[in-house]
């Protein structure tokens, strides 16, 4: 198992050297690089608003409700509530949900080519196919993922506003008063980086389980479910060790 | 001109190829032929380097091509055309991006320029008016036929085809096989044809190597193919009833 697993990871390495090698051309490669960023960051914006959306409201009606003492300052729902949506839940919460939409269409596209012999026919051209279909992709989700991270963010604390407004657990101005308390931006560059190294994960993993598919329809649909799985458990690991050293 | 000198070829324990030594003559139909499972896929993709032989060597105009630079192995492969037995056309393209994405890649042509050459390439295989139609959209003929338009959009010295009739209907086959024929000789091409299709090894052979578990059990061309005493490439042709008919004719 162990040995497999560092096999596995040997071969990982390997194909991110090929993937982080030249592009054959560069204006190709940035037609590729916009083309990606437009389907990965539009295509996922709507499902990351809603579940933002809820998540920023749910989370300051759980916060309202555990903190209802008169010895509790009233702005410490704002506060709670800006603090782990910031930090926590919008940088890996989203990373998840995003491992599950772009991760699964990366590994279902590159497996697809690779199942269709279209990555033969690209090496078989001159190309290196792992630069050309997945160096885009990379860079894509590295700009995107922050991006919608940032947009989250945004979505989740205005969540969290309507549902103080709308149920009263607290009064508004308190909300906003918590929201801004203590604010630093090492909160927000904390936030992007994990966010951005995930991004990095999902992506290259993701294409990594597309790219060494053998096989057919059977293997894609096995790839696919072990690229997310696998994605997601060195995401959840990456986020202790990055919370260890950042904070 | 192909060479192929001594070429063995293993996954993991297994040999597959066993030192095979033929030769691919320029300006001709060459064929590989042989039952599924012997090895002609394998030795096809050693050809183009999608394999790399453990033993043995393939030399292309005497360039030897698995030892060559990667620099020189580049510009090799520029030379070089493959059509996949599944057309491998790329989906998220139409027909006219297929074929000129081999110039945008590797040409400094100007949009207009690669225009008129994959026209022209998509009428040297009779495909016009499919340009802006994506390959979901032809049958698997046309598909073939665009995959062969993409494959000599750089106008390449060395073309491949691997199984070029499998799936196809017998007309659509031999409009497959004319094709192939015509283009070799027009664009004097070494052409490299993987197929077990008997119609094909008849009409379009003019070398024809014939692998045998790996081995190549024997070389010759169409003209003598249906009169060899080789008994396990007698065995291989003649294993259909109308062949053996056919047989009894001679």
Redesign the interface.
Known sequence: MLRKALATFGEYLIFLRQVFSKP??WS?FLKKWVFEMDAMGIGSMLIVSIVSLAMGSVITMQTALQIESGWIPSWTVGFVARTSIVMELCPTIISLLLVGNLGSRITAEIG??RV???I??L?????NPASHLVLPKVLASIIVNPVLCVFSIAFALTGGFVTVWLTGCTTTYAFMDGLTYCFRVYDVVYALTKTCVFAFIMSTVASFYGYRIEGGALELGKASTQGIVVSSFIILILNVVITDIML | MIEVNNVSKYFGEKQVLFGVDTRFEEGKVNLIIGRSGSGKTVLMKCLVGLHTPEEGQVLYSGREFHNLPEKEKLLLRKEMGMVFQGSALFDSMTIEENVTFPLDMFTDMSESEMRDRANFCLECVDLVNTNKLYPAELSGGMKKRAAIARALACNPKYLFFDEPNSGLDPKTSLLIDELITKITHEFNTTTVVNTHDLNSIITIGETISFIYQGHLAWRGSSDNILTSDNQTLNDFIYAQPLTQRLRKTL
Do not use: L
């Open positions: 054959a051309k190709v697809s080519m269709t012999e279209q033969d026919a090496e078989v051209m001159g190309i």
